[in-house]
């Protein structure tokens, strides 16, 4: 027995140094839970680290992060590693080699336009390795059986063959429901209904090209359709002049982006430039990461933020809802 004590000593270390280990390399149950999971960055730790840590991919935690190199990441950084979970009832599917959006709803049995929705994708392009959340098929039919319309917005280049493989549905549903004559004549802009009521696309008939107009000197940003004004609002851009003035693009959307520089949650955004190896944008009232104040709230007009646009929140999210990848956005001093 006195023989057996210092073997059972070494092996009961070895178990529970193991054990430590394993549960360095496993997520926590905290990951999943519905709130986002935040890593903060070790010395000398990779993205690539991070991400085979917690079962995500480098172009996940990129795109969420709003990083453009992988490679520049420094220790104190926080990342986001899970914005949020699956809704209840979905699941992830992770994009393989040849898939493409259609081929993914075929296989899980919804449609194009639920992925889209339940991802918030803008387009159709997707990537290998890619998480996609999968809506249910109840709710995917639910949709279809309650008439919800779905459009698309033909971009350079796009045919209506293409965009009916894209959707799932035939030429002649889109040339019927949208009273096209001619398959061949569809214009980059033009809203098509894919499914739905086509009253509704006469409805919310778009009157212009979208256009957001923002002047550095007014602190003011103004919302246009064609010539026509929409709306005017106070904003903040970038204090000692750190906002860039020129003519951008919308390039990324997301209901609520990270700042890990200054750990600050900011909803509505919209990134339109990039200023080094970081997104500025526009967006609404930030709130800081770890106590949920609002940062900067009541000081909507003064150049107060790092580089970006900021907006109450009510303005911002109008702006969101309302802009789509590519708006134009101008900004002048």
Known sequence: MQESSPMKTRLLILFSSLAFVLALLTPTAAHASSGP????????ETLSQIANRYGVTVAQLMRVNNLRNANRIYAGQ????????????SHVYVVKRGDTLLKIARKNGVSVASIQQSNGL????????????????????KKQKNGKT???????????????????????QIAKLNGIK??????????????????????????????????????RCWRYE??????????????????????FRVQSKLRKAY???????????????WSGPVENGIHGLPWNAKTGGRTWAGLVGTPITYGCVMLNDKAAETLWKWADIGTRVIIKR
């Open 37 to 44: 999971t935040i890593h903060t960055v070790r010395r000398g």
């Open 122 to 141: 803008h387009g159709s392009i997707i990537y290998v390795g890619q998480r996609l959340k999968m809506p249910t098929k109840n709710a995917d039919n």
């Open 182 to 219: 001619n398959a061949s004549l569809v214009r980059v802009g033009q809203k098509l209904i894919i499914s739905g009521n086509p009253n509704d696309l006469k409805k919310k008939a778009p009157r212009g090209k979208k256009k957001i107009v923002v002047d550095i000197s007014e602190q």
């Open 150 to 172: 779905i459009t698309h917005v033909v971009r350079r280049g796009e045919t209506l063959a293409q965009i009916a493989r894209r959707y799932g549905v035939s030429v002649s």
């Open 78 to 89: 926080r990342l986001v590693i899970r914005p949020g979970a699956s809704s209840p009832g």
């Open 259 to 273: 700042g890990s520089t200054w750990n600050i949650w900011m909803p509505w955004w919209m990134g339109i430039y």
């Open 226 to 247: 064609g010539d026509k004004l929409l709306n005017t609002w106070r904003c903040s851009t970038g204090r000692n002049n750190s906002t860039k003035a020129g003519s």
